[in-house]
């Protein structure tokens, strides 16, 4: 957490409070969160102008023109407008104010303990080792059908653990492939190679439709995801099978089972994803 879908969230936020508005301050506290030494990274942003923001993988792309910023929030991190400006803190590990006619618009990138801010020259970004081998985007065009029966035939690792490699599908987390899996009733053990034609497809299409809605809907909240505003995501009142163990199946009533599959907890139906 977060995830592709509120990762999107995210970096649409950011576009609707500052694209076109100049950055009048900024600051990092940890220089273990960035690429550049603290007095750099405030020198390489005061005056530019946020020009448009995007979404690789589950890292927030900022894109200031002759600098691009690299956001990855891992587990715990937020971005969150804040009221005024405040200086960096363990919590609010960057900060970054932008003009403009309507006031200032002041953003936190908070605890990003385990995360990073980054920035690029323009281009550069593509060479990032968490990007440059980044599979499609599940809601591109280059994610189709024939592309993931490529990708999946003939590999004999367990299809969950195909589908959380981010080489395979860009953005996609364990919340997701589960739900995802349930969808097309595919039980996540099952080796790649084995699914049908058909059941990719059904796969393909349960990926499309639950990452949309998702994003519709602002998001999963269990705890510490929130979007910039502050507010919580909705999705977690549509999931199927993900931390409902030993509730009953919304589809047959079986009690749905947790159990750990590609190092990652794991809840499905064994009567609807049979092995």
Not at 64 to 90: A, K, M, N, Q
Not at 168 to 188: K, M, Q, R, T, W
Not at 250 to 265: D, M
Request: hydrophobic share 40%.
């Amino acid at each position: 957490m977060p995830e592709m879908p509120e990762v999107t969230v995210i970096s649409e936020d950011v576009a609707a409070l500052a694209v076109g508005r100049e950055v009048l301050r900024a600051a990092v506290f940890r220089p273990d969160v960035t690429n550049l030494a603290p007095e750099e990274f405030e020198k390489r942003l005061v005056g530019e102008t946020l020009l448009g923001t995007g979404r690789r993988g589950k890292i927030i792309v900022l894109d200031f023109g002759s600098v691009v910023g690299l956001v990855h929030l891992v587990i715990s991190g937020r971005v969150l407008r804040l009221p005024e400006w405040t200086g960096p803190d363990r919590m609010n590990t960057a900060v970054l104010e932008f003009g403009g006619e309507e006031g200032p618009v002041v953003l936190s990138f908070t605890r990003l303990w385990l995360g990073y801010f980054d920035l690029y020259e323009p281009g550069e970004e593509d060479g990032h080792p968490l990007i440059s081998r980044l599979g499609p985007d599940p809601l591109s065009d280059d994610f189709t059908v024939e592309y993931l029966i490529s990708a999946l035939g003939g590999r004999k690792a367990n299809v969950k653990g195909m589908l959380l490699d981010q080489s395979v599908v860009a953005g996609l987390g364990n919340i997701y492939v589960d739900e995802v899996l349930f969808a097309a009733s595919v039980n996540p053990t099952r080796k790649a190679n084995t699914l049908t034609m058909e059941e990719i497809e059904h796969v393909y299409a349960a990926t499309r439709d639950i990452l949309a809605r998702a994003i519709e809907l602002r998001g999963t909240t269990f705890d510490s995801y929130h979007d910039a505003f502050g507010e919580t995501g909705m999705f977690q009142d549509q999931l199927k099978v993900f931390t409902r163990e030993g509730e009953p199946c919304p589809r047959c009533g079986t009690q749905i089972v947790k159990t750990r599959v590609a190092g990652r907890g794991t809840h499905f139906c064994p009567s609807c994803q049979p092995h």
